[in-house]
């Protein structure tokens, strides 16, 4: 069957929806039809957010949902029974041109299904990204997941053109990924991972003959681990993280909730969890990279699973309700960063603040603290929360009061 290119544009952006790598923004769904200029509804166009806050449009698509490899948690594989479609390189590079001209995008989001060889796909998507930058001048933000297996040669080639690349090591354990998607080598997947890591790296050390060699991938690398499809559990998943964090210098690891897929295989779990569990798993993400943290204390209860009630920073302090109340006029930045509802900016500024004066209770609140969350676990010059509130009472407390998706 001949898609037209509208055709091909609603079967390949809708068969993109699966990477995390680009979060969607959630935002209301608005369109044109009684009036006004624009959509939040055109296909292929996701938001994802710069490290800075910025949401940024992008025409997130793959450049084919074919694929020759059968991953039972895809469902693009070559079993899986699907509407087919291709894009050529010219299509992909007029598509984005022509979104980005009218101000729909301000960059791309590119993957593909695996046709012929991982070899061949590559060079495609990198002729496509290479087209962009020098033929058309293409200065938008460029995300390319690179494919399992390519040469390094390719690898490397479509570092200097894109902003981003991304390997994604799809589960959590080695096993489970050999288990479940036997065509991917997890070694090479490791490979690939550590060679970006260390080119870019290498392109931000000063050489004898410039200052700084031609830049590779300057929004750095991530990858995807898809939460559910087997029984990991959320310590061995943040424990995978930790260490692609610290060994392969990510830039960040997105956490993709399991949807049951048709025809889908025995290896697979039937069950969908629970979106609050991809919630809680960045959550503590974060709390891993930013305040401090480390797997086994995030992650020390439950047979190892996080806590879906409440988030993991204030599960945490409930159960070493011993190591509070903090003296937000004495303790150290690594205590204050530990408190339920004390953000890094938050700390920042009560440590600047108090450097001049005594802090009270009203203000934290003017520094950027919810106090509702940091009440019970500090203590001011004129305020102290008592010792008869024990931790089963302040989580009742707090239970009904965790609707709110933001991690302080």
């Given at each position: 069957?001949?898609h037209?290119l509208?055709?091909?544009?609603a079967?390949l952006?809708?068969?993109?929806?699966?990477?995390?790598?680009?979060?969607?923004s959630g935002?209301?769904?608005?369109?044109?039809?009684?009036g006004?200029?624009g959509?939040?509804?055109?296909?292929?166009?996701?938001?994802?957010?710069?490290?800075?806050?910025?949401?940024?449009?992008?025409?997130?698509?793959?450049m084919?949902?074919?694929c020759?490899?059968?991953?039972a948690f895809c469902?693009?594989r070559?079993?899986s029974n699907?509407?087919?479609?291709?894009?050529?390189?010219?299509?992909?590079?007029?598509?984005?041109l022509e979104f980005?001209?009218r101000n729909?995008?301000?960059?791309?989001?590119?993957?593909?299904?695996?046709?012929?060889?991982?070899?061949y796909?590559?060079?495609?998507?990198t002729?496509?990204?290479?087209i962009l930058?020098?033929?058309?001048?293409f200065?938008g933000?460029?995300?390319?997941?690179?494919?399992?297996?390519?040469s390094?040669?390719?690898?490397?080639?479509?570092g200097?053109?894109?902003?981003?690349?991304?390997?994604?090591i799809?589960?959590?354990?080695?096993?489970?990924?050999?288990k479940?998607?036997?065509?991917?080598?997890?070694?090479?997947?490791?490979r690939?991972?550590?060679?970006?890591g260390?080119?870019?790296?290498?392109?931000r050390?000063?050489?004898?003959?410039?200052?700084?060699?031609?830049k590779f991938?300057?929004?750095?690398?991530?990858?995807q681990?898809i939460?559910?499809?087997?029984?990991?559990s959320?310590?061995?998943?943040l424990?995978?993280?930790?260490?692609?964090?610290?060994?392969?210098?990510?830039?960040?690891v997105?956490?993709?909730?399991?949807?049951?897929?048709?025809?889908?295989s025995?290896?697979?779990s039937?069950?969908?969890?629970?979106?609050?569990?991809?919630?809680?798993?960045?959550?503590?993400?974060?709390l891993?990279?930013f305040y401090g943290?480390?797997?086994?204390?995030?992650a020390?209860?439950?047979?190892?699973?996080?806590?879906?009630?409440?988030?993991p920073k204030?599960?945490?302090?409930?159960?070493?309700?011993?190591?509070f109340?903090?003296?937000?006029?004495k303790?150290?930045?690594?205590?204050?960063?530990?408190?339920?509802?004390?953000?890094?900016?938050?700390?920042?500024r009560?440590?600047?603040?108090?450097?001049?004066c005594?802090?009270?209770?009203?203000?934290?609140?003017?520094?950027?603290a919810?106090m509702?969350?940091?009440?019970?676990f500090i203590?001011?010059?004129?305020?102290?929360?008592?010792?008869?509130i024990?931790?089963?009472?302040?989580?009742?407390r707090?239970?009904?009061e965790m609707?709110?998706?933001?991690?302080l």
């Amino acid at each position: 069957m001949v898609h037209t290119l509208i055709q091909k544009l609603a079967i390949l952006s809708d068969a993109a929806k699966y990477d995390a790598s680009c979060a969607s923004s959630g935002t209301t769904k608005r369109n044109a039809v009684n009036g006004g200029l624009g959509s939040t509804e055109g296909n292929g166009i996701c938001h994802s957010y710069a490290p800075d806050g910025r949401c940024i449009s992008l025409l997130k698509i793959l450049m084919t949902n074919f694929c020759t490899y059968d991953c039972a948690f895809c469902i693009n594989r070559v079993s899986s029974n699907i509407a087919r479609a291709r894009f050529s390189v010219d299509e992909v590079v007029k598509l984005t041109l022509e979104f980005y001209r009218r101000n729909y995008i301000e960059g791309l989001f590119l993957s593909s299904g695996i046709v012929q060889s991982p070899d061949y796909t590559m060079e495609q998507m990198t002729r496509i990204v290479k087209i962009l930058r020098v033929d058309h001048r293409f200065h938008g933000y460029i995300h390319l997941k690179t494919i399992p297996n390519a040469s390094q040669e390719l690898l490397d080639e479509s570092g200097l053109f894109a902003d981003r690349l991304s390997v994604n090591i799809e589960l959590p354990t080695d096993v489970a990924l050999n288990k479940i998607a036997p065509q991917k080598d997890v070694v090479e997947i490791r490979r690939a991972m550590a060679a970006i890591g260390d080119k870019i790296v290498a392109s931000r050390e000063p050489t004898m003959v410039k200052k700084r060699v031609k830049k590779f991938v300057p929004a750095g690398q991530s990858t995807q681990l898809i939460i559910g499809a087997e029984n990991s559990s959320d310590a061995i998943i943040l424990k995978r993280s930790a260490s692609l964090y610290a060994g392969y210098k990510l830039k960040r690891v997105y956490y993709s909730a399991f949807s049951p897929i048709p025809d889908s295989s025995p290896k697979l779990s039937l069950v969908k969890p629970p979106l609050m569990r991809e919630h809680r798993l960045y959550q503590a993400d974060w709390l891993m990279r930013f305040y401090g943290f480390n797997v086994d204390e995030i992650a020390a209860r439950g047979g190892g699973m996080l806590d879906l009630d409440i988030d993991p920073k204030l599960s945490w302090a409930l159960c070493h309700r011993g190591e509070f109340p903090v003296d937000v006029n004495k303790a150290p930045y690594e205590i204050l960063l530990r408190v339920p509802g004390f953000g890094v900016k938050t700390v920042r500024r009560i440590i600047s603040a108090r450097r001049h004066c005594k802090l009270r209770y009203a203000d934290l609140a003017r520094l950027g603290a919810n106090m509702k969350n940091a009440k019970s676990f500090i203590s001011t010059i004129d305020w102290h929360p008592g010792s008869a509130i024990d931790s089963t009472h302040l989580r009742q407390r707090f239970v009904p009061e965790m609707n709110q998706l933001t991690l302080l």
